[in-house]
């Protein structure tokens, strides 16, 4: 039996309507095999993390341009842990000021990517991560019943 395909999120949180980089960051990801769920532009918290709840996601990734991200992406994180979807990868990219990456990962974003970042290089990073962690999930024993 194989693996499942990973499962990516793709949201565009907030009023920020410039979603180019965030269309092809989901092309870039669907070709290199992975199931990329777009959301959108203009999502609120709320409906980031009820989406990845709802497609049981591996990965789940925010794109911001407007610079609103040291506001958004706490909620956002606070939404996700409401709903217990704990054990998806976060990263975002976009514009996002090199000062605010040690706060972002301080939240749980393990990869944050600027404009100009390869999609291979992106593609692979989401791979070794989920892949890593699947590895992990596998190995640690199920908890008795």
Known sequence: ???RPIRVLIAKPG?????RGAK??????????????????????EMIAEAALQEDVDVIGLSILSGAHMDLF?????EIKRRNV???LLVCGGII??????????MGF???????????????FIRDEVGQRRTRSAQSPSPAR
């Open 1 to 3: 039996m194989s693996e």
């Open 15 to 19: 009023l920020d309507g410039h979603d």
């Open 24 to 45: 092809v960051v989901a092309r870039a990801l669907r070709d290199a095999g992975m199931e990329v769920i777009y959301t959108g532009i203009r999502q609120t918290p």
């Open 74 to 78: 706490p909620r956002i994180v606070e």
């Open 86 to 88: 704990n054990d998806a």
């Open 97 to 106: 000021p090199e000062e605010d990456i040690p706060a972002l990962e301080q």
């Open 110 to 124: 393990v990869g944050v990517f600027g404009p100009g970042t390869s999609t291979q290089d992106l593609a692979k």
